[in-house]
């Protein structure tokens, strides 16, 4: 549905909140006429339907709603591994400052908070078991790195 331009700067009769007849003359720019405008307006709300359906329909297909799941599963999985990565860039870090230091690498107490604080938020599919088991895999990991440097 189109609707007319709602103003335009001719004064007119209206009513006011107490239900008096009053003259408004509204300033500005207001363009009586919008068929010129209509045709882009037109063409944006329609690319904007059918690309809305698209999206939709790629979500009906049973087999194309699990390929869409596959891929971000998939781009999911490639962030983490991009994320520990880029922890265990911050472990070398951490290395060669507890060398020049001589701090010891393993610290239980750091783990330990680590993972509470994991276990602390509110994660719905995740048990405070596979956490641990998880975290210590990748301290393990750390230590590794740290030991080889």
């Known amino acids: 549905m189109i609707k007319p331009t709602p103003s335009i700067s001719k004064e007119q009769k209206t009513v006011n909140e107490n239900n008096q007849e009053v003259k408004i003359k509204i300033n500005g720019r207001h363009d009586p006429c919008i068929a010129i405008r ?26 194309e709603k699990l390929e869409v799941l596959r891929d971000d599963i998939s ?56 956490i641990k088991k998880l975290y210590n895999k990748i301290f393990n990991e750390s230590k590794r790195i740290q030991k080889d440097d």
């Open 38 to 63: 209509v045709i882009p307006v037109i063409n944006s709300m329609v690319a904007l339907s059918l690309l809305d359906l698209i999206g939709d329909s790629r979500l009906v297909e049973p087999k």
């Open 75 to 130: 781009e999911i999985d490639k962030n983490i591994f991009l994320l520990l990565d880029e922890r265990f860039n911050i472990v070398k870090k951490i290395i060669k400052y507890k060398k020049k230091k001589n701090i010891a690498i393993e610290n239980k107490n750091i783990e330990q908070n680590l993972i509470n604080k994991i276990q602390k938020l509110e994660l719905k599919n995740l048990t405070n078991d596979f």
